[in-house]
Structures are given as C-alpha cells and as structure tokens.
C-alpha cells in the first residue's frame, strides 16, 4: 500500500464492505451503551416505521435526496464528549461490525493489498467510525467528518462527502494511475463515471440495469 502503487482502489463502506449503514449502526450501538433522551428520541422518530417522520424522512430522501433521518439523528449527539465517542466507535467497529462483513468485497480488498495496489476507503459515514474501520483493514480512509468544539460533538457534520467522492478522487490519482472502485452507492455516480474500472455490489437482488457504463461489472450478495 504504496503512494507510488500504479493502481488507486476505492472501496465504499456502507452495504459494500458491509451489510450496515455504519453511522447508524454506530449510533445505535452508543445509545446502547450510554442512555440518552435526545437520542433515544431521534432513533425512535426517525427510523421506527411507525412514526409519520419516518415515512417523511425517506420521501426527503428519494425525491430531495436529502437524507433527513441522518441529520437529525447525528444532530442528537450535540454535547456527547469526543473520548467516549471515540471509544465507543472502536468497540462497535470490533465487536459489532465483523457481524455484517460482506466477505466477498473483503476478499477482494486483502487481494488488492496483496497486489500492492493503494486502497483507500471513502465513505459518506462519520470519520471516528470509517477511520477505526481502516485500521483494522490497514488501509487509507476520507470520510465524512464529525464536528467537534472544545472536544464536545455540535451534532453537525464539518464536512460531508456525500456525493463528493470524485473530487477526493481528482486529488488522489496522478497521471499513469489506473483507477477502480468498489461501490452499491447510487450517490457515487459521478465517481463511478470517474474511474477505469468500477465494480458494482448488488445487495439483496438490487437491480443490475439501473447502473450504466462498460467500465462496470457487478456482484450480487
């Protein structure tokens, strides 16, 4: 895993090297572990199939493409102090996660290291929880980025990579650099459209032929 590797490798995290989405696993995970209202509260509202603000959230979400339930649920961690965040998100990436790994993609993954290609995940999911991932995968990692002020989390997002990740990728590879990518994401559109190669994760019977470009092949979980 060399800078001067002549192949730069983007693995997505959520549903493509694992069956999660990873914030909210790690959120939920939190709660778990240190009880809070405002929490308890956000999850509740916005990811109970029950509630009216669900089925809000994800109509925001398909014709806005605002993910509403993730802002409001991140904006619930305002106050929450960085350390125990943060070990909060090392335990959860260790003794939770494994659970969901899509072994397929992490093959492909350890291949691809052994090759010695550079791989870097990029996710749109918060950074104290992708950063603990790419360490356990011994990997590069840019990710969405949690907010802190004076070690206390705001419950915002300093910077956010959602649909972003082609602008990560102008600045990662140089000329002569073969590009390929790992992704179920249909916010990485432009950055599927981006690279040489692209291999699609197709989890649970996802549609082939809403993906376009010869660049792609796919894999059905």
């Known amino acids: 895993m060399s800078d001067s590797a002549s192949r730069l490798v983007i693995f997505d995290v959520c549903d493509t090297l694992y069956d999660a989405n990873t914030?909210?696993?790690f959120i939920r995970y939190y709660q778990s572990r240190h009880a809070s209202g405002a929490l308890a509260k956000a999850l509740s509202r916005w990811l109970d199939r029950g509630s009216p603000f669900f089925y809000a959230g994800a109509a925001a979400h398909h014709l806005l493409g605002w993910d509403v339930a993730r802002q409001r649920i991140i904006a619930a961690l305002d106050g929450e102090p960085r350390s125990r965040l943060t070990d909060a998100a090392f335990q959860y990436v260790r003794d939770i996660l494994p659970a969901s790994a899509n072994q397929p993609i992490h093959d492909r993954l350890k291949a691809h290291q052994e090759a010695g290609d550079r791989v870097i995940l990029m996710s749109s999911s918060i950074d104290l929880v992708v950063s603990q991932i790419a360490a356990v995968l011994d990997t590069e990692y840019r990710a969405s980025v949690l907010e802190f002020d004076d070690d206390l989390c705001t419950g915002r997002l300093a910077a956010d990579l959602t649909g972003?990740?082609?602008d990560q990728l102008r600045g990662l590879a140089g000329p002569g650099i073969e590009?390929?990518?790992y992704t179920d994401n249909r916010s990485d559109k432009n950055l599927v459209a981006s690279v040489g190669r692209a291999?699609?994760?197709?989890?649970?019977?996802?549609r082939q032929d809403r993906w376009a470009g010869d660049n792609c092949e796919y894999i059905s979980l």
């Open 23 to 25: 914030t909210i696993g």
């Open 164 to 166: 972003r990740k082609a």
């Open 179 to 181: 590009t390929w990518v």
């Open 199 to 206: 291999t699609i994760v197709l989890p649970r019977g996802r």
